[in-house]
């Protein structure tokens, strides 16, 4: 289910979706995004993810051309607290295919637990696959 459609005047957009079937949201970029492009597209999810209180996020990069958004600490500081408040817990973050790197990557080599979960992935599949695990409920072995 679309949510909201961010278009530039470049052709270049981000695209936030409900994906029903899955229980995600899900934040495609497309094109060169540039950094002021990439934090409108970063507050535009705060804004219209709100009301699904939706744990579970897919952050497709793929057809992103270009350098990433670069403010990690913006990030962290401003848009992830923010995120927590309306209740997102894990994020599946694909990196764009043709450097298959980017800021987060470098800034978070290795998954991040706590507050929030994010992972890195190359491929959407990967990505999906994480976020399906993370949504079985979790049994403790009985002694």
């Known amino acids: 289910m679309l949510i909201h459609l961010l278009p530039d005047s470049d052709g270049s957009r981000c695209t936030l979706t409900f994906e ?27 804004t219209n993810a709100e009301p699904f209180h939706c744990p579970y996020l897919l952050n497709d990069n793929v057809a992103l051309q270009g350098p990433w958004f670069d403010s990690v600490e913006w990030l962290q500081q401003a848009w ?12 599946a973050h694909v990196v764009q295919a043709d450097t298959r790197v980017d800021a987060l990557t470098l800034a978070f080599p290795k998954p991040v637990t706590g ?5 890195i992935f190359h491929t ?5 696959e994480w976020l399906r695990s993370c949504q079985q409920p ?6």
Do not use: C, F
């Open 20 to 46: 029903e079937k899955e229980g995600w949201l899900r934040a495609t970029w497309r094109g060169y995004v540039d950094p002021l492009e990439a934090m409108r597209g970063a507050e535009n999810y705060l």
């Open 80 to 91: 992830l607290p923010h995120a927590l408040q309306i209740g997102l817990h894990y994020i």
């Open 115 to 119: 507050a929030v979960e994010l992972q």
């Open 124 to 128: 959407v599949e990967e990505a999906q």
């Open 138 to 143: 979790h049994t403790e072995a009985v002694s």
